[in-house]
């Protein structure tokens, strides 16, 4: 059983930065950040593949976030430049024992998850 959990969310203006942590990330596990607006399909942000050789980032964030894994404290974090509104959601921690690498961006493709932690980024 993995369990994950999120923290570092928070109300933040245009144009600042924030960094979100995720205790309990695992080596052998493809592990990603997801998030997800009201009303919105919940979206790939950024994330590793299960050797941990790669780092993928969606467009809409590549540039402005890095990701980062620690593999002997366990722990995920994201850094994010430059918020813009459109960056405000729910950002959960997902790890997947059995993610293949075309399935990276699926949520259906991760076993875990964090409860989540709240960005709010103002104009």
């Known amino acids: 059983q993995v369990q994950l959990e999120e923290s570092g969310g928070g109300t933040v203006q245009a144009g600042g930065s924030l960094q979100l942590t995720c205790v309990g990330s695992?080596?052998?596990?493809?592990m990603a950040w997801f998030r997800q607006a009201p009303g919105k399909e919940r979206e790939y942000v950024a994330g590793?593949?299960?050797?941990?050789?790669?780092?993928y980032y969606s467009d809409s964030v590549k540039g402005r976030f890095t990701i980062a894994k620690d593999n002997a404290k366990s722990i995920m974090t994201l850094q994010m430049n430059s918020l813009q509104p459109s960056d405000t959601a729910v950002y959960y921690c997902a790890a997947g024992a059995r993610t293949i690498q075309s399935a990276l961006r699926r949520p259906s493709a991760y076993d875990y998850w964090g409860q989540g932690t709240q960005v709010t980024v103002s104009s």
């Open positions: 695992r080596r052998s596990h493809a």
């Open positions: 590793f593949s299960r050797t941990g050789d790669y780092s």
